[in-house]
C-alpha cells in the first residue's frame, strides 16, 4: 500500500512491528519521538516477566527498563522510532496487502 506525501510524490509507510527486547536498551528515545503512543516503557524481571513501572513492589525484581508495544494500531509508519534508536531493535514492515 503506497501513500502519497503532501505533494503528490509515492510514499511507503514501514510499520513497527516488534521490538525486541533481549536488544533493547531501554533508553526512551523512540517514546520520546513518537506522538501516537505505540509503545511505553516496562520492566523486564530476571525470569523474563514484563512489569509496569512505578509499582513499588515490583521495582526491585526488575533487571533492565525495555520498550514494549502498546498500541500498535496507532502507528503511522514514519519510522522516526528507528532513526533515534542507538540499538536498532526494532522490526517494521510495510502494510501487507492481505491485511488492508
Not at 31 to 40: A, I, N, P, T
Request: hydrophobic residues 40%; contains cysteine; proline residues 3%.
Amino acid at each position: 500500500m503506497s501513500s502519497l506525501t503532501r505533494d503528490g510524490r509515492s510514499w511507503q509507510p514501514d510499520f513497527l512491528i516488534a521490538i525486541d527486547a533481549k536488544r533493547c536498551i531501554g533508553c526512551g528515545r523512540c517514546f520520546k519521538v513518537c506522538g501516537r503512543g505505540v509503545m511505553v516503557l516496562k520492566g523486564l524481571t530476571e525470569e523474563g516477566d514484563l512489569v509496569d513501572l512505578g509499582n513499588d513492589d515490583d521495582d526491585d525484581e526488575i533487571e533492565k527498563k525495555v520498550m514494549v508495544m502498546d498500541d500498535a494500531g496507532a502507528c503511522v509508519g514514519c519510522r522516526a522510532c528507528a532513526r533515534v534508536c542507538p540499538a536498532n531493535c526494532q522490526t517494521h514492515a510495510p502494510l501487507a496487502a492481505d491485511a488492508a
